[in-house]
Each structure stands twice: as C-alpha cells, then as structure tokens.
T-cell receptor
Framework: DTGVSQDPRHKITKRGQNVTFRCDPI?????LYWYRQTLGQGPEFLTY????????KSRLLSDRFSAERPKGSFSTLEIQRTEQGDSAMYLC???????????????FGAGSRLTVL | GQNIDQPTEMTATEGAIVQINCTYQ??????LFWYQQHAGEAPTFLSY????GLEEKGRFSSFLSRSKGYSYLLLKELQMKDSASYLC?????????????FGTGTRLKVLA
C-alpha cells in the first residue's frame, strides 16, 4: 500500500464549472476525512466518513459541496458552480479505529490544489 | 465550541531547543496530535497525547495537560530541515462521531 492517493493533484477551472476530486485511502482504513486548506491556515474540516456512512459535515460547507464514499473505499468530493473563494488545497486523510498502535492517527494524501479563475 | 490557539510564527537557531505551545477548548476531548507540514506538502504525523504527561520520540517531545487545555511540542537539536509549519490538532467526540480540528499552525524558521 502506497498511502493515501488523491487525484488530480492540480485543477484549474473557470468560475461556475463543476469539479470532482478523488481520494483513495489506505486500504484497511475505515475512516476518511476531507479538509480544505488555504495559504497560512491550518486544515479546515469539511466532512468525514466511517466506512460508507457520512457521519458529519461542516456547517460551513455550502450545498454546492457534496461528498460520497459509495463502497466504503475511495471517496469523491464534488464542488458545483465553483467560485473564486473555493480556490484552496483539498486534503484527504484516512485513519483506522481500534486500540492498536497507530490507530486514530490521520494519514494525509498529497492534496488536490484547486484554482478557480 | 472548539478553539485552538498557537503562535503564528517562531524563529530559532540551528542546534537550539524550541517549544511550541498550543491551547485548546473542545467538547469530548479524545486526543491531541502534532503534525509537521513543509510548504506545499501534506501534513505528516509527529506525536499523539491522550493522557497527561510527556511523550518522547527522538528529537521531538510532546506534553499534554488536559485540565489546563494545554500542550506543547518540544524540538531539540534543531536542524535546518525542521523549518516548517507545526500544526496542533484536537480530536473531539460528540454523539459518537470523531472530528479532528486543527489550529492555524506555527511557522518555524530555523536559522544557521
């Protein structure tokens, strides 16, 4: 397993277009998180899944954002009608529950950088 | 609500020791994490505290006081490659869901 993979790494789009990001977590990790990060800030929580169930979604997230994890493995984050304020790095992280060493530690992917023109 | 405070920026000299503080307020505290993030890269895990006290890992140590809502990350024998942003994150649990909230990060500059 090579860790958490995100695709695409970079996306440039025009305002009003839809974009979709994909995240493939570490295979045995049952929890998957999406964060957004802008320059000089820490990662901002967007949403998280345990297996295929979306357990929490940030109240800051508008209805233009939607995330899925249909089979409890990979996840997609879609942004509809993008705005310039959506420009950010979108980070995916995964973790595994349990009492073993390393459990509950978030492992991040390299991120998908979105630029909205 | 949840709130995490850490200094925005710190500067230290190569070979020195630096302490980065973090204070937090959260409901359902379930652990405090420190991550390192180099510019343009993803955060990488450094340390984890769930009980009070000190956790040591090589040149890095992290301390937690749950009653004070306080943690620090101690970096010893600083190297140039330690120049990065250090993120404090708290794992909170409400109604059985687990969320990790990050601070804005402390940008550390290590000078020769």
């Amino acid at each position: 397993d090579t860790g958490v993979s995100q695709d695409p790494r970079h996306k440039i789009t025009k305002r009003g277009q839809n974009v979709t990001f994909r995240c493939d977590p570490i295979s045995e990790h049952n929890r998957l998180y999406w964060y957004r990060q802008t320059l000089g800030q820490g990662p901002e929580f967007l949403t998280y899944f345990q297996n295929e169930a979306q357990l929490e979604k940030s109240r800051l997230l508008s209805d233009r954002f939607s995330a899925e994890r249909p089979k409890g493995s990979f996840s997609t984050l879609e942004i509809q009608r993008t705005e310039q304020g959506d420009s950010a790095m979108y980070l995916c992280a995964s973790s595994v529950t349990g009492g073993l060493s390393g459990a509950n530690v978030l492992t991040f992917g390299a991120g998908s950088r979105l630029t909205v023109l | 609500g949840q709130n995490i405070d850490q200094p925005t920026e710190m500067t230290a000299t190569e070979g020195a020791i630096v302490q980065i503080n973090c204070t937090y307020q959260t409901s359902g505290f379930n652990g405090l994490f420190w991550y390192q993030q180099h510019a343009g890269e993803a955060p990488t895990f450094l340390s984890y505290n769930v009980l009070d006290g000190l956790e040591e890992k090589g040149r890095f140590s992290s301390f937690l006081s749950r009653s004070k809502g306080y943690s620090y990350l101690l970096l010893k024998e600083l190297q140039m490659k330690d120049s990065a942003s250090y993120l404090c994150a708290v794992r909170g649990s409400t109604s059985g869901t687990y969320k990790y909230i990050f601070g804005t990060g402390t940008r550390l500059k290590v000078l020769a």
